[in-house]
């Protein structure tokens, strides 16, 4: 059973963890930060509680704490209880959902054990936006797709934003980055995987008639100058979504959503 303590002083060393959230987990590559997954919200605690991403420690005031009550049953972290007031002090805002759990990051996982039983997978190259990256997760859990993975010049899924966006299933999907972009697109293509790269250009093949292979890797780039040439010469078929005229393209977060109910509707 977590183990409930109360913090009355902002200051306390025991929430350090969870100090400074605006600014503190932006870039866990740098010296001296901790590479910490921060979940915000009963939901995303929850999910995380039964992902990969074990928590350490849970800080909130007493009503999420009743509404996790059963969850915290089985763990043994302390949950800093604390005020609305003390909360925001030691967060450096006002967190609404009144609750935050924190993990350590555990070892990355590799594209073998991620695409192991995958049928369906997402490849993103310069996805750099961490409100699209959430969005994506959330899109694949809800749509059947069963990976994600990282071309170059992706931001961070696990940044904090990327995670309550996901709604916590950044936590739950898996995903690895591909070594030596765009060529390790070949691992993924040894594995049996149609690659398809998803374009605008309207000279591209029907989305439904390219993803009738029994394992499909579907490319995306990032909004605005999309995938890259080399990306898009390492696909096996080009594809669209057809658009209205006059339209340049789709939210990436969008048309992964579209090509994953395609995914669906056709199987």
Request: charged share 25%.
């Amino acid at each position: 059973m977590a183990e409930v303590i109360d913090i009355d002083d902002p200051a306390d060393p025991r929430v350090d963890d969870f100090r400074h959230l605006a600014s503190a987990d932006r870039r866990p590559d740098l010296p001296g930060r901790k590479g910490l997954v921060i979940a915000e919200g009963v939901v995303v605690v929850q999910r995380m509680l039964d992902s990969r991403f074990a928590p350490v420690a849970l800080l909130g005031v007493e009503r999420r704490r009743a509404e996790l009550a059963d969850d915290l049953v089985a763990v043994d972290i302390p949950y800093y209880r604390v005020t609305a007031e003390v909360m925001a002090e030691v967060v450096g805002f006002h967190l609404n959902r009144g609750v935050l759990a924190v993990a350590h990051r555990p070892a990355a996982l590799g594209i073998e054990e991620v695409t192991e039983k995958a049928r369906t997978i997402a490849v993103l190259e310069g996805v750099n936006d961490h409100e699209n990256l959430g969005a994506m997760f959330r899109n694949a859990a809800g749509l059947g797709a069963d990976a994600i993975l990282f071309g170059d010049h992706c931001a961070d899924p696990l940044y904090r934003r990327s995670v309550r966006v996901s709604m916590g299933h950044v936590l739950r999907v898996p995903f690895a980055a591909v070594p030596d972009w765009p060529a390790g697109l070949e691992i993924v293509r040894n594995k049996g995987f149609q690659v398809i790269a998803l374009t605008p250009n309207p000279s591209g093949t029907s989305l439904a008639t390219a993803m009738r292979g029994q394992r499909v890797a579907l490319l995306l780039g990032a909004e605005g100058p999309g995938l890259t040439e080399a990306a898009m010469r390492a696909a096996d078929v080009r594809a669209r979504i057809p658009m209205t005229p006059g339209t340049d393209s789709l939210n990436v977060a969008t048309a992964a959503a579209m090509a994953f109910y395609e995914r669906v509707r056709i199987a």
